[in-house]
């Protein structure tokens, strides 16, 4: 076609030319025209051919035509960085430049290619029809400076649409950006003198590096090469990276590094193999002096991290777990991992929990990095977890893709899901701690009004601000509870078949939430569209009421802040049980009522019933009074009688419910008492996270002493029940009460119980002493040092301070500084919140979640509050526009609002946003601004009744 085009421009020169030279030429042509009438006589012309309009118009929206579609590239970049600067006549470059041939098939004739670029110099343009290798004209090209980041190519030519090929090459420059997203630099320091183990008396000589490596989820691919930046708009890419001699470059699949020249200088060109059919998003690439270790199965497993992560074995657990899980999921899925290796990355500087990229997962280096002497429990869990995470990604994400991110929940909530099944393979017996973790984190969000259904209208979600709304707990957690929910409604055996069924089936493709469910179906005879439509379309999630009496049971959107809750019902599915009866056959409710339910009639005024066993559905439930007080009684009686799950569960509603005005809040705080003989984690994790929230709404008022001395009264025992451990500096068995342990510890010092606080005071001195070398459990250090800052004075602090500064190790590090917030000194707050701006002294990566502990010490809230506010331009300009943080610092810096006053701050900010045209963290802003309304109002109502009943209790 663009040969054919290019003849019939020259014909069309002619004519023009033949017109206005010679009118002698017109008769010539008359005579002719006349001859040839004579010999051929006329036949009636052939209907004429329409000419297709060819829009070149820029889309209405912020997606992609589908005029071309993306087969292939060929993308080389070329990093110009140092990773370390050996003399003094080297200049530093934070410039990248590259090329990029990426291979399209035209589907509709066009002269218009729209691509997305951004912050990048596109410095040539050709376009080439594949097979002839002829080259088109290209009229212009431009970037959109909107929110499209389109990257318009103008054609002179046509392109032909019905499946020509077209190779599109660019050249362009970049910036390594210092903002964690995108192809970014980061810095860290090296002890160089370790190199030389012979020079004996040198001094600690630490040397600054450099590393460039990338985060282009969800749409960063766009600034590091011009590319077409959709999720289902998957192609193969074939990557080369020329980069500094001394450094190494990984990327998705296995790269073949050798010499070369480029301009007299040397380089390393890297050429990785081709990548599967995949998405934009899930490239990567690093370039750095990381050293490596390899565990080699079939597939080759290495961790990647700074030389000093080496010498202690701290990448070991990493390679050990790595491996176990990748084999249990690819048994458990039916599924080979399709790539040939596993490079997994600890990165000084990253600003999410890990990377989802496909055979190149990046983490923090606590995330991924762990230390036996130094590291806790906790620590090596999150590694553990993590992983589990990062690699059900290469499945549900990368193999198989959402079609657009509206159902980003597919990607996040099955891998949530999925991470619980990968830890208990190495070890972890969690799958009880996915209501705690998953489910109530995804109620209190999802009970705001500001909250959002898990799979949205593709329309809706479209520039960058909305699909990074997304990245939070509704998609990750309740998509996880939700799935828990039909995996139990359908049975775990037929789900997991139906997975295996649907990785099976769309490989390598991508897919609607309604083809996991079709998957699904084919599984069993329950009918899991007409159940899960309603989960995944409606926001929000109901509170069940039953009336014991009558059985009367009714369904209601719960919402936190009483408005009128959406007309809506859920198709509920419950699961109950009675003192009589342990599980009965469970009931379904489709209608809202209030309807009879006979199963949840009870026929003696001092029996009980139990609805939502386990927690395995995503709904609260509330009860008449009566039956809330024989459930306590049942508790203060013989608790083990009620299943763990629903001992924490019964407690986190029943606050819950009153917070939102429909249960008094002396029937939850009643529920509590029976936990003086509670030795189990998930009650008392559940109980604590609510008795937390009501010490933020009372901790600057007189209520708060008298919360005090019943949280002294309540913890005693459990932490005498753990003192044995804490003073011989062993730690319980199981897992949960090690966790339990630190819970123990952690309320009783911070609530002032003599025991606790002299306790950590003498393991604090022992532990200076650095003459007896004695080692408190890492499980308790955060918690022993916390307690001594907290009522210890600046050399304290500043003993801290340095042991942080000295730390090689991130877990450690994590511990020592969320002690150092613990202060009640204003001053050494302050200072402390400065240091935050100081990347020397807290990383970047580091910066939200400090602020955030301070902000939970009641001291630092308004401290942290005011330096939010003054620094807001300067925090979003450093984390972008989309940083997930963000919204977790506004909500931390707040979560303790519950005044007129703090809510007109609230207010002025989202103005000034507005004005701005700033939709920075627009979303969090309203959760906040929400969540501070409903807590003022609930303050007003409840305050004199908690104080009555504390006091009461004492
Ligand atoms: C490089 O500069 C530093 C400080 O400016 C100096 O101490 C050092 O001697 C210089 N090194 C060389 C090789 O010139
Ligand atoms: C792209 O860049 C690489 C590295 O600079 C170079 O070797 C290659 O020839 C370039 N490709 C084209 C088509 O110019
Ligand atoms: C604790 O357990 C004992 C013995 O089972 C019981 O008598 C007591 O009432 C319980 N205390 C509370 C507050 O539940
Ligand atoms: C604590 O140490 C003492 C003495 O060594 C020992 O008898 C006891 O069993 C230990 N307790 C625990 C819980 O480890
Ligand atoms: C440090 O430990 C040594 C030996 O146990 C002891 O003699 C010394 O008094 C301790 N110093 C402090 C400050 O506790």
């Not at 280096?365 to 990604?393: C, M, P, W």
């Not at 319980?732 to 002032?752: F, L, M, R, W």
């Amino acid at each position: 076609m663009a040969k054919a085009m290019g003849l019939s421009k020259i014909l069309a020169a002619g004519v023009g030319i033949l017109t206005v030279s010679s009118v002698c030429g017109l008769v010539m042509m008359a005579v002719v025209y006349k001859i040839q009438i004579d010999k051929f006589p006329p036949v009636s012309p052939p209907p004429p051919i329409r000419p297709t309009v060819i829009p070149t118009d820029p889309p209405s929206s912020f997606r992609l035509p589908d005029n071309v579609i993306p087969e292939s590239y060929k993308v080389f970049i070329q990093p110009y960085l140092y990773s370390a600067i050996t003399n003094n006549y080297t200049n530093q470059s934070f410039a990248f430049t590259g090329n990029s041939t990426v291979r399209v098939k035209c589907m509709t004739n066009s002269k218009t290619i729209f691509l997305h670029a951004q912050d990048l110099n596109v410095t040539t343009v050709e376009v080439r029809q594949s097979d002839t290798n002829e080259k088109l004209t290209v009229n212009r090209y431009k970037i959109h400076q909107n929110e499209s980041n389109f990257f318009e190519i103008q054609l002179e030519d046509i392109m032909s649409g019905n499946g020509t090929y077209y190779d599109i090459f660019t050249t362009f420059e970049g910036e390594l950006f210092d903002g964690l997203e995108g192809f970014y630099v980061s810095r860290y320091t090296e002890n160089v003198k370790a190199k030389e183990e012979e020079e004996e008396e040198e001094e600690d000589e630490y040397k600054e590096r450099l590393l460039a490596t990338s985060l282009l989820q969800p749409t960063n691919a766009r600034k590091v090469f011009p590319c077409f930046d959709e999720p289902a708009l998957k192609a193969v890419f074939q990557i080369t990276v020329l980069h500094r001699p001394g450094t190494v470059a990984i990327s998705n699949e296995l790269g073949d590094p050798k010499t070369t020249e480029i301009d007299g200088e040397e380089w390393f060109e890297t050429i990785f193999e081709e990548t599967p059919i995949m998405s934009t998003y899930s490239l990567a690439f690093t370039v750095s002096e990381f050293e490596s270790k390899m565990m080699s199965s079939v597939t080759k497993i290495h961790i990647h991290a700074r030389r000093e992560a080496f010498s202690v074995d701290r990448a070991d657990y990493a390679l050990e777990v790595t491996a176990k899980i990748l084999d249990h999921y690819q048994i458990t899925f039916g599924s080979k991992y399709p790539l040939r290796k596993i490079d997994q990355i600890a990165l000084p500087d990253i600003s999410v929990g890990a990377t989802e990229n496909w055979g190149l997962i990046s983490y923090p280096e606590s995330g991924l990095l762990y230390d036996k002497s130094t590291g806790s429990t906790f620590d090596q869990e999150r590694v553990a977890t993590l992983i589990a995470h990062g690699l059900a990604n290469q499945w549900f994400g990368n193999l198989v893709t959402m079609r657009w991110w509206n159902d980003l929940w597919l990607n996040g909530g099955l891998t949530t899901y999925m991470s619980y099944i990968g830890v208990e393979a190495v070890g972890w017996n969690f799958r009880d701690l996915f209501v705690l973790r998953e489910t109530q984190t995804a109620f209190q969000v999802d009970s705001l009004n500001s909250s959002h259904p898990l799979s949205s209208q593709e329309n809706d979600i479209q520039t960058f601000s909305e699909i990074t709304g997304l990245f939070d707990a509704i998609t990750y957690s309740k998509g996880a509870a939700v799935l828990r929910m039909l995996a139990k409604f359908m049975t775990e055996e037929a789900f997991m078949k139906g997975i295996k069924n649907y990785l099976a089936k769309f490989e390598y493709q991508n897919t609607e939430y309604k083809d996991l469910l079709d998957c699904l179906q084919e599984e069993t005879k329950e009918d899991v569209e007409g159940f899960m439509s309603t989960w995944i379309e409606q926001v929000g999630y109901p509170v069940i009421t039953i009336i014991t009496q009558t059985g009367e049971t009714t369904q209601e959107h719960f919402l936190l802040k009483q408005k009128q809750g959406h007309d809506i019902a859920w198709q509920v599915h419950i699961r109950h049980m009675t003192d009589r009866e342990s599980e009965k056959k469970p009931v379904t409710l489709k209608v809202k009522g209030p309807v009879k339910l006979p199963s949840f009639q009870l026929q003696d005024r001092d029996e009980w019933l139990l609805a939502n066993i386990d927690c395995t559905g995503y709904f609260r439930v509330n009860y008449d009074e009566e039956n809330w007080n024989n459930l306590r009684i049942q508790l203060e009686r013989n608790h083990h009688i009620i299943p763990i799950i629903n001992r924490g569960q019964l407690i986190d509603d029943a606050f819950n419910i009153a917070r939102a005005h429909r249960l008094n809040i002396t029937i939850a705080l009643s529920l509590t008492k029976y936990l003086v003989n509670e030795t189990e984690y998930i009650p008392w994790d559940s109980a604590l996270k609510n008795l937390d929230h009501l010490v933020l709404m009372f901790d600057r008022s007189e209520v708060y002493g008298p919360i005090t001395k019943y949280l002294r009264k309540l913890i005693t025992r459990l932490y005498e029940h753990f003192e044995e451990y804490t003073i011989n500096r062993t730690v319980p068995e199981k897992h949960t009460d090690q966790y339990n342990q630190v819970n123990a510890i952690s309320v009783a010092c911070s609530n002032g119980l003599a025991i606790c606080t002299e306790m950590a005071r003498s393991l604090f001195e022992k532990n200076k002493n650095e003459t007896n070398k004695f080692r408190m459990h890492p499980n308790l250090k955060k918690e022993i040092y916390c307690s001594v800052i907290a009522n210890g004075d600046e050399d304290d602090w500043e003993f801290a301070w340095e042991e942080y500064q000295k730390a090689t190790d991130a877990a450690e590090k994590d511990k020592l500084r969320y002690a150092l917030s613990c202060t009640k000194e204003i001053w050494l707050l302050n200072r402390y919140l400065q240091y935050t701006l100081e990347p020397s002294k807290i990383r970047k990566m580091d910066m939200v979640s400090t602020i955030n502990y301070i902000a939970k010490n009641v001291a630092g809230q308004p401290l942290a509050w005011d330096f939010v506010r003054g620094h807001w331009s300067y925090i979003t300009q450093e984390y972008g526009a989309g940083v997930v943080s963000l919204g977790s610092l506004l909500d931390a810096v707040t979560k303790r609002f519950s005044t007129e006053v703090e809510l007109q701050e609230l207010k002025q900010l989202q103005s000034e946003q507005e004005e701005k045209k700033q939709g920075i963290a627009a979303r969090a802003l309203e959760q906040a601004i929400e969540r501070t309304e409903a807590n003022i109002m609930w303050v007003k109502e409840n305050k004199q009744m908690v104080k009555d009943w504390f006091v009461g209790e004492l």
